[in-house]
Nanobody, 123 residues
Framework: QVQLVESGGGLVQAGGSLRLSCAAS????????MGWSRQAPGKERELVAA????????YYPDSVKGRFTISRDNAKNTVYLQMNSLKPEDTAVYFC????????????????WGQGTQVTVSS
């Protein structure tokens, strides 16, 4: 059974930093493109970062580029999201996701999702 378990969310002031972690189990981690998405109340889920299986390919939308960094440790079956210079508009539930695919930013290709971790940025 595939499990993706996020941790590291919380409350932070604007300008602060958080590091999210996602521990994966039940899958061959190195075969999956990994991503982080977020969903704020009343808004669609948005992919904010993705990282390829082993070639270092990454993706960030303009809204987070230069502030967020995704990384992975295939030995630990873990993907991270370092979030710096946080803004109130970054407030959302952040979800980890796995796609059994070459590098993709298409949400529908992500096969597995975690339960999410809340990130709240106060102004």
């Amino acid at each position: 059974q595939v499990q993706l378990v996020e941790s590291g969310g919380g409350l932070v002031q604007a300008g602060g930093s958080l590091r999210l972690s996602c521990a994966a189990s039940g899958l061959t981690f190195s075969k999956y493109t990994m991503g982080w998405s977020r969903q704020a109340p009343g808004k669609e889920r948005e992919l904010v970062a993705a990282i390829g299986r082993s070639d270092g390919s990454t993706y960030y939308p303009d809204s987070v580029k230069g502030r967020f960094t995704i990384s992975r440790d295939n030995a630990k079956n873990t993907v991270y999201l370092q979030m710096n210079s946080l803004k109130p508009e970054d407030t959302a539930v952040y979800f980890c996701a796995a796609a059994l695919s070459t590098f993709t930013t298409t949400r529908e290709r992500y096969n597995f999702w975690g339960q999410g971790t809340q990130v709240t940025v106060s102004s």
